[in-house]
């Protein structure tokens, strides 16, 4: 990748995968399925060692399995968390709350049908 004019950083203190906001399904099944790979959050700023996710359908909390990921693969901190006896579905908007870290993250995802 060539950056030009520029410095290569975007100016956020986090990315995730799913991005916030609206994406379709059949981008997270590109590749694999988001539910086996995990979704993702990472940071160059944020410390997500010891973080707590929280991931909330229609006011019901989802179980997930949160792992820390090596540093530097990507970004200094990041973390992988998967869905524990539910799947991602078009039509759901899903609320991620990160606790237990110098920054609360929280951001929504809202999952569309592309066919």
Same mark, same amino acid.
């Given at each position: 990748? $060539?950056?030009?004019?520029?410095?290569?950083?975007?100016?956020?203190? $986090?990315?995730?995968?799913?991005?916030?906001?609206?994406?379709?399904?059949?981008?997270?099944?590109?590749?694999?399925?988001?539910?086996?790979?995990?979704w993702s959050?990472q940071s160059?700023?944020?410390?997500?060692?010891?973080?707590? /996710?929280?991931?909330? /359908?229609?006011?019901?909390?989802?179980?997930?399995?949160?792992?820390?990921?090596?540093?530097?693969?990507?970004s200094r901190?990041?973390?992988?968390?998967?869905?524990?006896? $539910?799947?991602?579905?078009?039509?759901?908007?899903?609320?991620?709350?990160?606790?237990?870290?110098?920054?609360?993250?929280?951001?929504?995802?809202?999952?569309?049908?592309?066919?």
């Open positions: 990748m $060539w950056t030009l004019n520029g410095t290569g950083r975007a100016g956020k203190t $986090w990315t995730a995968w799913p991005a916030p906001g609206a994406i379709p399904l059949q981008a997270l099944r590109s590749g694999g399925n988001v539910d086996s790979t995990g959050v160059d700023s944020i410390n997500l060692a010891g973080a707590q /996710v929280t991931v909330t /359908v229609d006011g019901a909390a989802q179980a997930v399995t949160v792992t820390q990921l090596d540093a530097n693969y990507g901190y990041a973390i992988r968390f998967n869905p524990m006896g $539910w799947a991602t579905a078009a039509g759901k908007t899903y609320q991620v709350a990160i606790a237990n870290i110098p920054t609360a993250i929280n951001y929504t995802v809202q999952i569309v049908d592309c066919p």
